[in-house]
């Protein structure tokens, strides 16, 4: 079955960038919606950035003009780019896979997850 898995994670100060990835085993990057999502303890699955099979890329108002989305279909990856990180950025990032997805934001829309990459800013 499909296996996602995440890499980059890491603790930076605030100002600071990381760089996440997310390797996709079995079937194509490109075949599926992929998103970005993050997650407090107590809180709800948010949001972060989603990439299309066509390589458009929608963002959360919170790191629109911080973070980039991207992907390399040669290499079965997906990339989240953050900059300026603040310390609300704080969270375990998830990389997800979706068949179709009509609201992006939606973690219920996603078949597939990785096991997530604690990112720390302080």
């Known amino acids: 079955h499909v296996q996602l898995v995440e890499s980059g994670g890491g603790s930076v100060q605030a100002g600071g960038s990381l760089r996440l990835s997310c390797t996709v085993s079995i079937y194509s990057i490109g075949a599926y919606c992929m998103g970005w999502f993050r997650q407090d303890p107590g809180k709800e699955r948010e949001g972060v950035a989603s990439?299309?099979?066509?390589?458009?890329?929608t963002y959360a108002g919170s790191v629109k003009g911080r973070f980039t989305i991207s992907k390399d279909v040669a290499k079965n990856t997906l990339y989240l780019q953050m900059n300026s990180l603040k310390p609300e950025d704080t969270a375990m990032y998830y990389c997800a896979a979706g068949h179709s997805t009509m609201d992006w934001t939606r973690p219920s829309e996603y078949n597939y997850w990785g096991q997530g990459t604690q990112v720390t800013v302080s």
């Open positions: 990439i299309d099979r066509g390589g458009s890329t």
